[in-house]
């Protein structure tokens, strides 16, 4: 274990439905950020968020919207995805950026 | 956009030998490291080389950084069945990490 939690770690929804990921870290890590990983593909960073402010949106399309209510709770809320949307969301947290990153198991999507 | 690439794509290799995994970068880094995932798992850090650092060492891992030629190199040595896993390079780049697409490594016994 990582001291990275994410949930769930399966998720299936439709084009219509609403859903959010949750990511939880209680390492006292200041930045905590989403990536997007498909097959064939490298890791996509989505969100940084550093001291509950988000410093990188990496021109991530707006049906991702994340939160960050305090330093150890990260969500990811999804509406009206696409089925190319489907691919596994890892979240992840370092002391600061950019150095060390410990991350979460990852949750599968797959949009339908 | 993708900061390293990792070379090769696959490798096998049998129990015992080294593997020796590459990786390329395009731009100026703050730090580079090495991160192992499991099949559709999360990532786990490995090392970590800095800038000004040249080589770097854990356990059976060696880590090269040469930033003259901007790349990097990973060596596992005497290889075992755990280490088969996708391998990533990961360059920090104004404080984000940006990742390759990975080498995965396959140990045959």
């Known amino acids: 274990e990582t001291g990275v939690t994410q949930t769930p770690r399966h998720l299936v929804m439709g084009m219509t439905n609403k859903k959010s990921l949750k990511c939880e870290q209680h390492?006292?890590?200041?930045?905590m950020y989403w990536y997007k990983q498909s097959a064939k593909k490298p890791l996509e960073l989505m969100f940084v968020?550093?001291?509950?402010?988000?410093?990188e949106n990496n021109s991530v399309p707006s049906r991702f919207s994340p939160e960050c209510p305090n330093s150890s709770h990260l969500f990811l809320h999804l509406h009206t995805l696409q089925p190319e949307d489907s691919a596994l969301y890892l979240c992840a947290s370092s002391q600061e950026e950019g150095i060390k990153a410990f991350f979460g198991q990852g949750t599968r999507l797959t949009v339908v | 956009s993708q900061q390293g690439e990792e070379d090769p794509q696959a490798l096998s290799i049998q129990e015992g030998e080294n593997a020796t995994m590459n990786c390329s970068y395009k731009t100026s880094i703050n730090n580079l490291q090495w991160y192992r995932q499991n099949s559709g798992r999360g990532l786990v850090h490995l090392i970590l080389i800095r800038s000004n650092e040249r080589e770097k060492h854990s356990g059976r891992l060696r880590v090269t950084l040469d930033t003259s030629k901007k790349s990097s190199s990973l060596l596992i040595t005497a290889s075992r069945a755990a280490d088969t896993a996708s391998y990533f390079c990961?360059?920090?780049?104004?404080?984000?990490?940006?990742f390759g697409k990975g080498t995965r490594l396959h140990i045959l016994p």
């Open positions: 990961a360059a920090r780049r104004d404080d984000k990490i940006i």
């Open positions: 390492l006292g890590h200041n930045a």
């Open positions: 968020y550093n001291f509950k402010e988000q410093t």
